[in-house]
């Protein structure tokens, strides 16, 4: 594998990310939004069992791990981006090896992620007054190991749909269903037996489980030792089957 088309190839995956501008604001700014509207009703939620709780150590982690469902989305369409374009068959045809195709779109997405949560984290922490109060090592263990699940079924899913009106009703509808039964919403404990029943099966559930050992229990790195092994294992499992299943020369259906 060639470092130097690895690095033009992500350079080109953010200058193609950069372009959607309008979506990835949304990925900032109507969570940003969505925190200070549920801030007073999560206080109010909080209260009970953290007599100091604002409200931002829920609504912030849980609008941050709602809205970081849609970079799904957003690595599907980068691939049908390319096919839109007719740049797909360039690429392939380029010195870059699949994976280093591979490679220049799993990176930037992970780093979309990381930008993401921290943005929404430190706005948190200056505007909302989150207050971390366990381990920030730990907060950053689960920040990486939900980008990783994120990327990874994000290319499960460009490898499995066949054109973006899939994507979009997957990344979309998806995005709001499991933020529903995971707690993202709502707080976990006043959804109904079957949601949290189903809840453990989400990504979000284990990233919001790990974002209250360290926000609100006061964990160390040990305590989120659990949720990072997971979302780990959801990644690792998405981005065998997606190798698995994705094929370089199938043509994507564009959807108009």
């Known amino acids: 594998?060639?470092?130097?088309?690895?690095?033009a190839l992500?350079?080109?995956?953010?200058k193609l990310q950069l372009s959607e501008w309008p979506n990835?604001?949304?990925?900032?700014?109507m969570p940003l939004v969505m925190i200070a509207f549920f801030?007073?009703?999560?206080?109010?939620?909080?209260?009970?069992?953290?007599?100091?709780a604002n409200g931002a150590e829920y609504s912030v982690p849980a609008m941050s791990t709602m809205f970081a469902f849609f970079l799904v989305a957003f690595i599907g369409f980068s691939f049908f981006m390319e096919h839109r374009w007719n740049t797909w068959e360039r690429l392939r045809a380029s010195p870059a090896t699949n994976a280093e195709i591979m490679v220049g779109k799993v990176v930037p997405a992970v780093l979309l992620c990381l930008v993401q949560q921290g943005v929404l984290?430190?706005?948190?922490?200056?505007?909302?007054?989150?207050?971390?109060?366990?381990?920030?090592a730990g907060l950053f263990a689960v920040i990486v190991a939900l980008a990783f699940a994120l990327t990874a079924i994000g290319v499960l899913l460009a490898a499995v749909v066949k054109n973006e009106q899939q994507m979009n009703v997957i990344g979309n509808i998806g995005s709001m269903v499991l933020a529903g039964v995971s707690g993202a919403l709502v707080p976990l404990?006043?959804?109904?037996?079957w949601a949290r029943t189903v809840a453990p099966f989400t990504p979000q559930y284990w990233a919001l489980r790990g974002f209250r050992s360290v926000i609100l229990d006061h964990g160390g790195i040990s305590s989120v030792a659990l949720p990072v092994a997971v979302l780990l294992m959801l990644a690792a499992g998405a981005a065998v089957l997606?190798?698995?299943?994705?094929?370089?020369?199938?043509?994507?259906?564009?959807?108009v």
């Open 242 to 255: 997606a190798l698995m299943r994705f094929r370089f020369d199938e043509p994507k259906v564009q959807v």
């Open 121 to 136: 984290f430190g706005s948190g922490f200056l505007v909302f007054g989150l207050r971390i109060n366990g381990s920030l």
């Open 10 to 14: 992500i350079r080109h995956e953010m």
């Open 189 to 193: 404990s006043v959804l109904p037996g």
């Open 1 to 7: 594998m060639s470092l130097s088309r690895s690095r």
């Open 39 to 52: 801030k007073p009703l999560a206080r109010l939620a909080l209260t009970a069992q953290h007599p100091g």
């Open 24 to 29: 990835l604001s949304t990925m900032i700014l």
